[in-house]
């Protein structure tokens, strides 16, 4: 709730520091003393619109702060706070001050940590909310209707949220699904068609480096031939040097034990011919494999451009081939997967579908007759504040299934008809300011409402009233602050009686300089300015009884 407001340099109040409390506050005095101005710095200080009119007459800027105390902080409130990264431990008080300066600037902080102005104005929605002549939020505001009212019949909103997220995730699901085997499905013909010549081509995995080694063996062969015939033609034949070492070997061999010497060269002989058999060996296994065999190359050569083509076509390299023949495989079996996937999907969907519709049924049930009891309790407290020529409806009206959402099949909106044969119409678009703020007064009664905003301010909810209808008021004020904190600016005198707190504004002037002061009165200036509420500007001794009367009667 609102535990102090400070104002500096706004318009006509210089300096001035309020302390509130829980219950029913009133703020009273004279027409033009100031009230509004109170209500335009609190404003301010709550996101609204910075008019350099605000500041003070020659001085640079103004600058409201309110500060705000709870047992714990409401969730909205914790969540906006969080979501802009400003912690505020449990306990601590939260502090909101605006500065606005003379050429229209202004800056805005919580906590004494700077922020946009758009915070502020989502706080406002839980801090404090405004009825008064010109109210165009709150219970105005059909944004709104739906959760009061599922608030004021207990009704299971959370499990209804709960089956679209279900409903919403297994359409994604489904989607997502479709639209892979679509994209599969548009690719099947080329796939297979991909796959087919892979498989024809059967590539193998180092088969290029096999190939690329047989040709180039075969290409030297074709460029050393002349060479190989050559050195094969001294090796062979009975002439050749081979048969002519080992034709030495024996005739040696003959005559090795005449001499140590001879036995040595047979030796150092025996090895040349066997040395030179492994050259014959080895230049035979060499002219075999270094063979130039022009159709044999021509398929070496064929095979690698059609796996160096297929390569290219798939963007890979040949090795990676028959990785992209799994690919193919994998993907064509995916479709038919995908297929019998998407049943499952669909089954899902429609039995989260069939859950939802179910669950925002009952609640749609629940609605409808909740809303027939907030129209009974509305209109029993319609007469007793001089509305009894009007009624109120609730309307419950379903949605078309394009708009369906978490909160359910339905919109919600409070009407009303203010004279007899009238047809409903929303609340702002009928009701005066004075009928508008009494049947806000006989709703917010009604309701009971609990997780609304912090604060409830009435601005003249007594307008163009008086005698039994302001004491009405006044009573239906002081129950629905009994749980809270309310203030009301009010020219009743019925109303102001019924207080926790009484706040007088006044208006003084000094020379050319006028002041706007608001002062937190005693008991007997409380009864003082209660009886000038009765008599006018000179008090009499009658309305002073008639103002302890009052008091004695709240």
């Keep these: 709730m609102l535990t102090s407001l400070s104002i500096r340099n706004v318009v006509l109040i210089e300096a001035l520091d309020l302390a509130f409390s829980g219950g029913l506050g009133v703020l009273t005095g004279e027409t033009g003393a100031g009230k509004s101005i109170l209500l335009d710095a609190l404003g301010l200080v709550l996101g609204d619109r910075a008019d350099s009119g605000l500041v003070r007459g020659g001085e640079d800027q103004a600058s409201v702060t309110a500060t705000f105390e709870f047992d714990s902080l409401p969730v909205p409130i914790r969540t906006a706070l969080s979501d802009a990264e400003i912690d505020v431990e449990p306990g601590e008080a939260l502090i909101v001050k605006r500065r606005l300066k003379a050429d229209g600037g202004s800056k805005a902080f919580i ?14 929605r839980s801090l404090v909310e405004l009825h008064g002549q010109h109210d165009d939020r709150g219970l105005v505001n059909a944004r709104g209707h739906r959760a009061l009212l599922d608030r004021y019949a207990g009704a299971d909103v959370a499990g209804v949220e709960q089956a679209w997220q279900r409903w919403r995730k297994a359409e994604d699901a489904l989607a997502t699904a479709r639209a892979a085997v679509a994209k599969a499905s548009a690719d099947q013909d080329l796939l297979l068609a991909h796959l ?8 193998v995995h180092g088969e290029e480096d096999d190939l690329a080694g047989q040709r180039a ?6 460029r050393l031939s002349g060479d190989l015939v050559e050195l094969q033609r001294l090796w062979e034949g009975s002439d050749s040097a081979l048969a002519t070492l080992r034709s030495a070997a024996r005739r040696l061999d003959r005559i090795a034990t005449e001499h140590p010497m001879l036995a040595e060269a047979l030796e150092a002989l025996d090895r040349a011919v066997i040395e030179a058999g492994e ?13 130039h065999d022009p159709a044999m190359l021509d398929r070496i050569e064929t095979r690698l ?9 798939h963007n890979c390299s040949v090795d990676d081939l028959p990785h992209k023949m799994h690919d193919m495989r994998a993907a064509l079996d ?21 859950d939802y519709q179910a669950k925002a049924e009952t609640l749609s049930v629940t609605r409808a007759e909740a809303a027939r009891r907030l129209d009974k309790a509305v209109a029993a407290e319609l007469a007793p504040l001089k509305l009894d020529s009007a009624k109120f409806h609730t309307a419950v009206l379903r949605l078309p299934e394009d708009r369906w959402g978490a909160g ?52 003249e909810i007594d307008r163009g009233v008086g005698g039994a209808v302001a004491s009405a008021i006044g009573e239906r004020l002081a129950r629905l602050a009994s749980n809270g904190q309310l203030l009301a600016v009010t020219h009743s005198p019925q ?13 003084s002037s000094h020379g050319t300089v006028t002041r706007t002061s608001v002062a937190l009165l005693d008991v007997p200036s409380r009864k003082e300015e209660i009886a000038r509420m009765l008599s006018g500007s000179e008090v009499t001794a009658e309305a002073r009884a008639q103002a302890d009367r009052l008091l004695e009667q709240a």
């Design 305 to 313: 451009f059609e796996l160096r083509a297929a390569a290219r076509k």
């Design 495 to 507: 109303v102001a009686a019924r207080g926790d707190r009484h706040y007088m504004i006044a208006k």
């Design 217 to 222: 063996d075969m290409q030297k062969g074709e």
């Design 334 to 354: 995916a479709i038919e997967g995908g297929e019998a996937q998407i049943g499952a999907l669909e089954r899902t969907a429609r039995d989260a579908a069939l």
């Design 196 to 203: 087919t010549e892979l498989t024809a081509l059967e590539p």
């Design 111 to 124: 906590n004494d940590q700077p922020v946009g102005v758009a915070l502020l104005r989502e706080l406002a």
């Design 279 to 291: 050259a014959e060996d080895k230049l035979a296994r060499a002219a075999e494999l270094l063979a």
């Design 408 to 459: 359910g099949i339905d919109a919600v909106e409070f009407l009303i008809s203010t004279n007899p044969g009238a047809e409903f119409a929303p609340l702002g678009k009928i009701a005066s300011g004075g009928e508008l703020s009494r049947f806000i007064l006989a709703l917010k009664v009604a309701l009971a409402e609990e997780g609304g905003a912090a604060t409830i301010i009435f601005d």
